[in-house]
């Protein structure tokens, strides 16, 4: 499990080439996420899974909060789940974590959340959201002292960052993720 201090600034991209890993409870465009009271001190960021058949080399996530976006009887629906499917199980090809401390300085960082949506701008995709636990009891300081810069790389090109946050409002913030399938940094 992704867990640790040595994440809680960072944007982290994970492409998994030809290896797929099967994640049950995918929701196909939009991923509700009901966020339990603590979630700013007990979570350090959001995963992020993304069925294998979203490729771009970029796509912009778009988080929103829900607050306030109720249906006819003013009782908010949050449902995950297909017409057809209890539980749709789907093989992540990329993976990306998205780290709070990444998104305090932000207009749209606001503790009091409690629903939120996350998608793709430009099509839907199968996606799958969790929370990121902060550092359990019991952990070694080998985390904290991962947080060297040499052992993070976030540019292929020079002036293209792999994560971008391009649009910040209370409601929403909108993150440019830039894929890289021909990486030299794990070769």
Known sequence: MLQGNAIKDYFIDIHLGNDYIPIRGFARGTFT????????NEFSGFLVYVDKGFWGSKEVIIIKDVLGMANGDGVLEVSNKTEHDEERTMTAKGICYISFGSLRKTSWWNSTHTTLSLSFQRRPVDLKVELVPRRSHGDDDSIERAKDASNFWDEESPNEKTFE???????????QWR?????????
Request: proline share 4%.
């Open 165 to 175: 946050i391009i649009r910040d409002s209370k409601s929403s913030i909108e993150i």
């Open 33 to 40: 996420l009901q966020l339990p009271w603590n979630w700013y």
């Open 179 to 187: 894929r890289y399938h021909h990486s030299k940094q794990f070769r």
